[in-house]
């Protein structure tokens, strides 16, 4: 029996040798691309519906330069992005994931806020879409929830995940949530968003299918929408009255015993909604901890044929098998205690690891200095600071508008 598996492991690693994936390199360059892209590309989109241009925006933007550039160049589309069924129970553990972990990125974020209010002594206007009737609230569903969830899961845990994915599989997840995150061109809400991309990437890590991000994207983005759905009515008569930011409304003349009987109640809330989300990750990965081996592998019990072996195998994995550690791996599931699920985890990505290089980190510095360039511009509109060689310079690359 052992045999015949390693037989077929071995024809699979063959087989695999000669797909074709996406590296570091590739991987930076779509990430710097995307971000000049999402920066300027409204100048070639001047349609005035804001829900329109930010679907169109995502799908010429973000979607189809990917598909492009891996169906020209051939490589393995299947695998690159993890087109892969998932067990169904995850369909119902990932959207309440996302909605227990809600309150967790909340308090990230107001953290985020309130550090920047300390040190600047208010914080940036947040820019909300207005969901006024249901009408528009399905647009936005399927504009903010559909199209952001296919669109940015097939770059970021399809082609930017697996390009860094040489580089072993927790230092793929660590760089993908960070870009993710800074992506979205906002430096009050990165933090939040950084640990949304991990939560989503661990995700489709364990479930070994992108289908499972783009649930748990999808799930993420509509509480937002529905969010917005039920305070946009309130907000227009805030802005009546002369409330145009609720982040810089003085809280001072609220009671101080209401102020502290509402944090009471909210830290409750807080402590509750975390409990339940440690119980429900204890869960999904019990459920999911048949999918993988370890790193870059999945359990020879889930896939037959060429799915031995998943997509994100490289080809330096086999040397690996034959010095001892991926028999360690393989012993493990006919049920060998000797060694852990997480140790096998470090074993395989220390394995298959590649060391950073060069080449893949000037990819990626592109997107990464314009991306700081709008933080700049941010951290001068927080000073107050309208003029100077910096402002000069960022109004020049259209990054700072003029009025």
Not at 230 to 236: C, I
Not at 278 to 291: G, H, I, P, Q, S
Request: with cysteine; hydrophobic share 50%; charged share 15%.
């Amino acid at each position: 029996m052992e045999n015949n598996i390693n037989e077929k492991l071995v024809d699979s690693h063959s087989a695999e040798k000669n797909k074709k994936f996406p590296g570091p390199i590739a991987a930076g360059v779509f990430f710097s691309l995307t971000a000049i892209l999402l920066t300027y590309g409204g100048i070639f989109l001047p349609i005035e519906n804001d829900y329109l241009r930010s679907g169109l925006g995502e799908v010429l933007f973000v979607l189809v330069p990917a598909l492009i550039f891996l169906i020209i160049g051939r490589y393995d589309i299947k695998n690159t992005l993890q087109l892969r069924r998932t067990k169904p129970i995850n369909y119902l553990i990932v959207p309440l994931l996302m909605i227990f972990a809600l309150p967790i990125v909340a308090v990230v974020n107001a953290m985020s806020l309130g550090i920047i209010r300390l040190v600047f002594g208010r914080t940036l206007p947040i820019e909300q879409l207005k969901v006024l009737d249901v009408p528009t609230l399905f647009i936005a569903l399927l504009v903010v929830g559909v199209s952001a969830a296919v669109c940015e899961e097939t770059l970021f845990r399809g082609l930017i995940s697996k390009g860094y994915e040489k580089y072993g599989v927790i230092i793929s997840l660590f760089i993908t949530s960070i870009l993710f995150g800074i992506l979205h061109r906002d430096l009050q809400k990165s933090l939040g968003l950084i640990l949304i991309g991990g939560l989503i990437g661990f995700i489709v890590y364990k479930t070994k299918s992108i289908y499972t991000g783009m649930v748990a994207h999808f799930t993420n983005n509509a509480i937002v929408v529905f969010m917005l759905f039920s305070t946009s009515g309130k907000l227009e008569e805030m802005e009546k009255l002369g409330i145009t930011q609720l982040d810089n409304f003085d809280f001072s003349s609220i009671p101080r015993v209401i102020l502290i009987i509402s944090i009471i109640i909210y830290f409750m809330i807080f402590l509750g909604c975390t409990s339940v989300f440690a119980a429900l990750m204890y869960a999904f990965c019990r459920v999911n901890k048949d999918e993988i081996i370890s790193g870059n592998y999945t359990t020879i019990s889930n896939y037959t044929g060429e799915d031995y072996i998943s997509g994100s195998i490289l080809q330096n994995d086999l040397e690996a098998n034959s010095n001892g550690i991926g028999q360690a791996g393989y012993n493990s599931t006919q049920g060998d205690p000797a060694i852990s699920e997480i140790e096998q985890t470090f074993i395989y990505d220390k394995a298959s690891r590649k060391k950073l290089s060069l080449a893949g980190f000037i990819s990626v510095l592109p997107g990464l200095i314009l991306v700081f360039l709008i933080f700049a511009g941010q951290l001068l509109e927080l000073l107050n600071v309208d003029s100077g060689m910096l402002y000069d310079l960022l109004e020049a690359l259209w990054i700072i508008r003029p009025n």
